[in-house]
């Protein structure tokens, strides 16, 4: 008898079993795919984090190494290789996640996980061999997979998911993305690097739909469409074909219908809850209008006993929140007190520049009533970011017109996504903007430019 079955092994279902264990728990993790590690390290964050790292350098050399007094005659792209680094750090990733269930007691089982019942799930392998385990809980990490348009059929060749469009062969010489969102634009950029020209189509008027602070999408735009990446904004996609190896693809624009060619067509509109065959019948258990599990603050489902964490519960769809609510979750079991604050929970895009925010958007400040202070700062002011030969950019830090508390920071720039860190603690530790502005920032770094936006919070800024 386990004290706990954990269905899925993605960020959220193996930190949460390695937590469990840790706790004195009798864990089981069930993964239906070879490897652990689900959607993130085997075909999201982690591969797709690494065509981006390689790609951004095949970009630099071809760009920007000569500002720096660096002449290479010629550079050339190695796909083959590139793609097959990107293999091996997933590789390397998703067997250390094997020699911490070791470490840790749990016991990492492949197979298809069934709820039988509150207290057994059954596990059928690949050979459709069963396996019966016995469990005092359940918690489902199931996650989460790519929505399909309607009309427009994955093919896995030419109209594809982001799985996909991590593993061409070839660079297509017109990739066409449908969605303006974090794949559309992280795995639009891989590509547009590598000498694909790029076309984004997106229903809304903005790019990130909203996700992410207006200021910030707008500049983010411009800059994309600086780097050759070709929007088209308020387009309805209908349908989609292929023939002959030509993607033709169909939408509404601006009153008309009108159609694209490309060589691969990316579907990135978002994604939905994984629930099938899952068993959740049988112990009815009922997902929520959009498919999601809907869970109290314990994570527990309305079946005693059954908790849900990650992608397959409303919220954002971000591995490092899915770990976080693992370990509320199972920590919760065991009596520890905790909280997931979602009010401090960092969001990055890696695009060049880097996005990210934290909090609460001027937006979502306004539509609450609240008042709020803004303080500002570029990075083109900042010493680092000049060195460094990067200057697009701002951080935007949003503060209480009256207590000064950090509700929301926002910021486009290099490296934003490691400088979100500090400003991702302020907001868990409910800090005024006058704290981030008298805390010692090293220089030069670009954490100064947090600093600078602190202090214009209180407009005094001192580098502008
Ligand atoms: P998942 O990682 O989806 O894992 C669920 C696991 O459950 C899967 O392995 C699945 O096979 C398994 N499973 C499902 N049903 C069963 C069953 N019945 N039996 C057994 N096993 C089952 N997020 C970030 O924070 N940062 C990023 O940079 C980032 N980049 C991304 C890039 C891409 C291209 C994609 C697609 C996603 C990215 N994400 C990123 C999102 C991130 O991957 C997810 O939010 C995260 O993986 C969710 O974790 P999870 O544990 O809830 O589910
Ligand atoms: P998304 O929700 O980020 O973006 C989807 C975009 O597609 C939106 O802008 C939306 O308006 C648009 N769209 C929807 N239907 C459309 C249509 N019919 N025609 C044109 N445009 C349409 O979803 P995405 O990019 O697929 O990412 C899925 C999830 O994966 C996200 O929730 C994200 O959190 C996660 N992810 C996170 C990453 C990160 O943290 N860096 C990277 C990649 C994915």
New binding site residues.
């Given amino acids: 008898m386990y004290d706990l079955v954990v269905i899925g092994s993605g960020p959220g279902g193996y930190i949460a079993s390695i937590r469990a264990a840790q706790l004195g728990m009798n864990v089981a993790c069930v993964e239906r795919y070879p490897t652990f590690g689900g959607t993130c390290l085997n075909v999201?964050?982690i591969p797709?984090k690494a065509l981006l790292e390689s790609s951004e350098r095949f970009s630099e050399a071809q760009t920007h190494f000569t500002d720096h007094g660096i002449e290479i005659d010629e550079v050339s792209l190695n796909l083959e290789k590139m793609l097959s680094r990107k293999d091996e750090v997933v590789s390397s990733l998703v067997q250390g996640i094997e020699y911490l269930f070791g470490k840790n007691d749990v016991e990492g089982i492949h197979g298809w996980g069934t709820i039988i019942d509150e207290n057994t799930v059954e596990v059928t392998d690949d050979d459709g061999e069963t396996t019966t385990l016995e469990t005092e809980r359940i918690l489902i990490a199931t996650g989460?997979k790519?929505?399909a348009?309607p009309g427009v059929e994955f093919d896995k060749e030419f109209i594809v998911d982001?799985t996909a469009a991590l593993e061409f062969e070839e660079v297509p010489d017109h990739l066409v993305v449908?969605?303006?969102?974090?794949?559309?634009l992280?795995l639009g950029s891989v590509w547009g690097r590598l000498g694909a020209d790029v076309t984004v189509?997106?229903?809304?008027p903005e790019?990130?739909?909203g996700?992410m602070d207006s200021d910030v999408a707008k500049l983010a735009q411009r800059v994309f469409k600086r780097q050759g990446i070709e929007f088209v904004m308020e387009?309805?996609?209908t349908a989609a074909s292929v023939d002959d190896g030509v993607v033709t693809t169909t939408?509404k624009h601006d009153g008309e219908e009108k159609t694209i060619e490309s060589d691969r067509l990316l579907v990135?509109?978002?994604?939905y809850p994984f629930t099938e065959n899952l068993g959740l019948d049988n112990i009815g258990l009922q997902t929520n209008e959009r498919g999601f599990i809907e869970v109290d603050e314990h994570f527990q489902t309305d079946i005693d006993g059954v908790y849900a964490i990650g992608d397959v519960i409303p919220g954002?769809?971000?591995?490092h929140l899915a770990e976080h609510e693992g370990v509320v979750c199972v920590e919760r079991m065991n009596g520890i007190a905790g909280h997931v604050n979602y009010d401090a929970v960092p969001?990055?895009?890696?695009t060049h520049p880097e996005i990210a925010s934290v909090g609460k958007t001027e937006a979502e400040l306004q539509e609450a009533g609240i008042d709020y202070k803004v303080g500002q700062f570029p990075f083109k002011a900042n010493g680092r970011a000049r060195a460094l030969n990067d200057t697009d950019g701002f951080t935007k830090i949003l503060a209480h017109a009256e207590t000064d508390q950090i509700l929301g920071a926002h910021i486009i720039g290099i490296r934003a996504g490691d400088m979100i860190a500090e400003l991702a603690v302020a907001c868990e530790f409910e800090s005024s903007a006058e704290d981030v502005a008298r805390s010692s920032h090293a220089h030069p770094t670009l954490a100064e430019i947090v600093k600078e936006a602190a202090l214009d919070v209180d407009d005094r800024k001192l580098n502008l």
């Fill in positions: 999201g964050c797709s989460s790519p929505i348009l982001s449908i969605g303006a969102g974090v794949i559309g992280e189509l997106e229903y809304l790019v990130f739909g996700r387009a309805e996609v939408y990135g509109i978002g994604r954002p769809m971000l591995a969001d990055v895009v890696y």
